[in-house]
């Protein structure tokens, strides 16, 4: 019998919705091609539920997420949960999932498409092609926090007042694990990885160096660099090209990983997978957001979306060839010119399509 896979999809806000419903086309499509089945469950988060249910994630959707062999989200949040208490805010949901399904790696692919380069912001770019491999349940993201008030006064006169911190702290065991990933990422890509810390004033980046250095010792053939941030954030632009698997801590990787989508031209084209211990359902979206001002228009390019799919078959199903078919067709409807309107330039020859006939395009090419 043919494998059948339960997919929780989380259309989420915004232009969420039309996105996952032009990458539900394209997975329904190779699912006839390579020989596989699926059961869609249609879940609510973020906006959405806060709206129905008075909370971003709720335990039932969750606990549906759980149950299923991959999560396939859109995007949630926009300007009308914006003034809400931070408890109960959209992004909420997406923290909820992330620590309750388990998945402390983040791979962002970063990967410039030649015929896209003009829309990079830097000059002469080419042979852009990075990962990063992102910690996604530690760090500052999930320390402590608080708030108290103080009224110790400062050097200068100043009192302090209220005080708000989150921490940075990070486990032997989670570091460990993430490393791997990249070392293991690096070994079928240009055997490279580069380490990017604050090693020189956090203590908890100098754990993440010692264990660096550690488990480089297991991979004699793959490269090594060491870079602070600050550095990192220049080199990025400075030498794009260079760059192979990037590991890195949750907050730098959130930043990084956004600096990377401005240099490869358009956050529409670049897709991201969430991932816990094999066997748990990973999650797969777009690293755009809600974009909430052209929700509807049908101006959304569902490219990031597509290629989510092919991540979640590539790495939750199993089924790689699916996945090479995708990238291979969104590659190839870019070089015969289909634009959507994040990327179009008038008077350039090339096609100006709307979301669904991107789709269509990409529909053909597979077959
Ligand atoms: C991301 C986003 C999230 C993050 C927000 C929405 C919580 O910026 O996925 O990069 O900071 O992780
Ligand atoms: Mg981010």
């Not at 989200?73 to 003034?83: E, N, T």
């Not at 970063?110 to 042979?127: N, V």
């Not at 794009?240 to 590991?247: A, G, K, L, Q």
């Not at 290629?307 to 969104?330: F, N």
Request: net charge negative.
């Amino acid at each position: 019998m043919a494998d059948k896979y339960k997919i929780a999809v989380i259309e989420g806000d915004g232009i969420g919705p039309e996105i996952i419903g032009e990458a539900l086309k394209v997975l329904d499509k190779v699912s006839g091609l390579y020989g596989f089945s699926m059961q869609t469950v249609m879940l609510d988060a973020g906006g959405v539920s806060i709206d129905k249910n008075g909370v971003p994630l709720t335990d039932e959707t969750l606990a549906a997420c759980r149950n299923s062999d991959a999560v396939l989200l859109g995007a949630v949040g926009g300007p009308k949960w914006d003034g809400l208490d931070p408890s109960i805010r959209p992004e909420k949901a997406l923290l909820g999932l992330r620590s309750g399904l388990g998945l402390y790696a983040n791979l962002r692919p970063a990967k410039l498409f030649d015929e896209l380069a003009h829309a990079s912001p830097i000059k002469d770019i080419k042979d852009v092609d990075i990962l990063f491999v992102r910690e996604l349940t530690g760090g500052i993201y999930f320390g402590d926090n608080g708030e108290y008030d103080s009224d110790e006064v400062l050097p200068d006169g100043t009192v302090k007042g209220h005080v708000a911190y989150d921490t940075e702290c990070y486990s032997e065991g989670e570091i460990l694990r993430i490393l791997k990933i990249a070392f293991e990422a690096a070994k079928g890509r240009r055997q490279k990885v580069t380490l990017v810390d604050k090693a020189n004033v956090l203590a908890s980046s100098r754990l993440w160096r010692k264990l660096f250095g550690q488990v480089a010792k297991d991979y004699p053939d793959i490269a090594t660099e060491c870079l602070y941030v600050d550095n990192c954030s220049m080199q990025l632009i400075s030498r794009p090209s260079e760059f192979d698997v990037i590991v890195t801590s949750n907050m730098f990787g959130d930043i990084l990983s956004d600096e990377a989508g401005m240099i490869t031209g358009s956050v529409g084209m670049l897709p991201s997978a969430s991932l816990g211990t094999p066997g748990t359902p990973g999650l797969f979206e777009p690293i755009h957001g809600s974009a909430p001002d052209i929700a509807g228009t049908g101006k959304a390019n569902p490219c990031a979306a597509i290629l989510s799919v092919a991540m979640m078959l590539r790495y939750s199903l199993g089924q790689p060839l699916a996945a090479d078919a995708i990238e291979r067709a969104v590659a190839d409807v870019i070089s015969s010119g289909f634009r959507t309107s994040d990327l179009y330039r008038e008077g350039s020859g090339e096609i100006f399509v709307n979301l669904s006939e991107i789709t269509l395009a990409i529909l053909k090419t597979l077959g």
